[in-house]
Each structure stands twice: as structure tokens, then as C-alpha cells.
């Protein structure tokens, strides 16, 4: 049976107060519509200096969320200025992103390092949510759930709009039989709009939304929307 899985990525957006008004409105959304999610995973992506405070009101709130990593070092502690290793994640997150296409893109990150990244991140526990931008770019060993996000569909990208969810199903597909017993799952402009067309597709298992995780009301209905037509797809 299919288990969703949700990624809300915030890249580098939001502060203090601000993360603290998204997590003020997602837990009055959480109490007052008593929503039972199960057979779901939700994690969310904050920048790291929001990873404390994210964790401080999950716990405090009773929220059903998993916090990640948007990155992390390929590197042990050491003098590695700006760095962020994974014990050092670890103490706040049980997951991290790897493989973003924007760090790919901004940052020259190669697949050489980001191989190390997750046998890193593997040493140390943490579950990874490794992105990959179309069939043929190769996954290492060990990842948890594999995101396939065509960059050209990422919202921040000008022009950025949804892939086709049949053919980003194909995609999927080709992804899943190359690596058999790992989730995949779509990211590139999802929205509360067109969740449910997305993750009824047989080899979608779920959506990593950027933009549409900034906003706790929409982030919430997103998920909404997502269990429901799961809800559907097994009645
Ligand atoms: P988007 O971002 O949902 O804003 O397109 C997705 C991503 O870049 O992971």
C-alpha cells in the first residue's frame, strides 16, 4: 500500500517571527479540523537556523511533523567554515534533502559530492530525500525516497510550471525500476490544486513543494488534499 510522503521545503525563506506565525496557524488548523492522518509522512525543510525553534514547537504543539534538513555537509566536525555536519543536523532533524537542483545549479554541487553527503548522512541515521532531475542522473546507495524534480518545473524558475502528472508518472516509473523498493516522489510547482492529480498517479508516492510550504493554510489544505485522494484511491 502506498504511504504518502510530503516534503514542505522553505529554502531560504522566513525568520524567526515569521516561522512562528506559520507554526501558530498550522497548529490552530491541526486542533480545530482534528484531522486523523495516517499512512502519511510529513516532514518539513526549514533553513537550519529555524531547525531549534521548528522543533521546540512541534514538540510543544503535538504536530505531526518530521523535520529535514535542506543540505548537509559531506564532512565530519572539523575546521570546515559554514559547514553544518550531520551530527550536527541530527540533534534537530531526522532527515535531509540532498541533491537539490538549485545547490546543484548555484552551488556546482556534483554527484561525486553528493555521494559522500549520503554516505554521511546514512552513518549517521538520518533519512534522505535524494533529488534527482530526470531518469538518467544516478541515485547512490541508501537513499530513503528519491524526489524527481524537473528543474525546469520548479516555481522560482521564470516560466516554472507543473509537469504533465502522466508524464511525470512516466518519469517515475522509469525512476522505480532502476531503483526497486524506493519511494519516489514529484516536486516542481504543486500546489493545493493539483496535489491530488499528482499523487494518484501509481508511481507517484508523494509531492516535495516549495513555495506552496510557505504558507501554513495552504502547506495544510495541501496535505488535505493529498490524504483525501489517497483516501479515495483505497476505498
Ligand atoms: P516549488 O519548489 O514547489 O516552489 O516549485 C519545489 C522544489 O524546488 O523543491
Redesign the pocket.
Known amino acids: 500500500m502506498k504511504k504518502l510522503i510530503i516534503i514542505g521545503?522553505w529554502?531560504s525563506y522566513k525568520g524567526i517571527s515569521d516561522a512562528n506565525a506559520w507554526f501558530d496557524a498550522f497548529s490552530r488548523l491541526f486542533s480545530e479540523k482534528n484531522h486523523q492522518w495516517t499512512d502519511i509522512t510529513v516532514v518539513l525543510c526549514p533553513p537550519y537556523t529555524l531547525l531549534p525553534l521548528s522543533q521546540q514547537r512541534i514538540e510543544k504543539d503535538h504536530l505531526p511533523l518530521a523535520l529535514g534538513g535542506q543540505d548537509v555537509s559531506a564532512f565530519d566536525e572539523g575546521a570546515h567554515t559554514g559547514e553544518i555536519n550531520t551530527h550536527q543536523l541530527a540533534e534537530f532533524a531526522t532527515w535531509t534533502i540532498i541533491g537539490?537542483?538549485?545547490r546543484r545549479r548555484d552551488l556546482g554541487e556534483t554527484d561525486v559530492l553528493l555521494f559522500q553527503k549520503v554516505e554521511k548522512a546514512k552513518k549517521q541515521g538520518l533519512r534522505v530525500v535524494y533529488?534527482l532531475q530526470n531518469e538518467v542522473v544516478e541515485a547512490p546507495k541508501g537513499v530513503d525516497v528519491i524526489?524527481y524534480?524537473p528543474p525546469w518545473?520548479?516555481?522560482?524558475v521564470s516560466g516554472?510550471v507543473p509537469q504533465n502528472p502522466e508524464s511525470a508518472n512516466r518519469v517515475c516509473e522509469k525512476i522505480v525500476q532502476k531503483y526497486p523498493g524506493i519511494p519516489v516522489i514529484y516536486?516542481?510547482?504543486?500546489t493545493l490544486d493539483n496535489v491530488a492529480s499528482f499523487v494518484s498517479q501509481e508511481h507517484i508516492w508523494g509531492v516535495?513543494?516549495?513555495?506552496?510550504s510557505l504558507d501554513a493554510d495552504k502547506f495544510y489544505s495541501l496535505i488535505d488534499h493529498a490524504t483525501q485522494s489517497q483516501t479515495h484511491l483505497l476505498t
Request: charged residues 15%; aromatic residues 0%.
Open positions: 521545503n529554502k537539490h537542483s538549485e533529488c524526489a524534480e518545473a520548479i516555481s522560482s516554472g516536486g516542481g510547482s504543486v516535495l513543494p516549495g513555495n506552496a
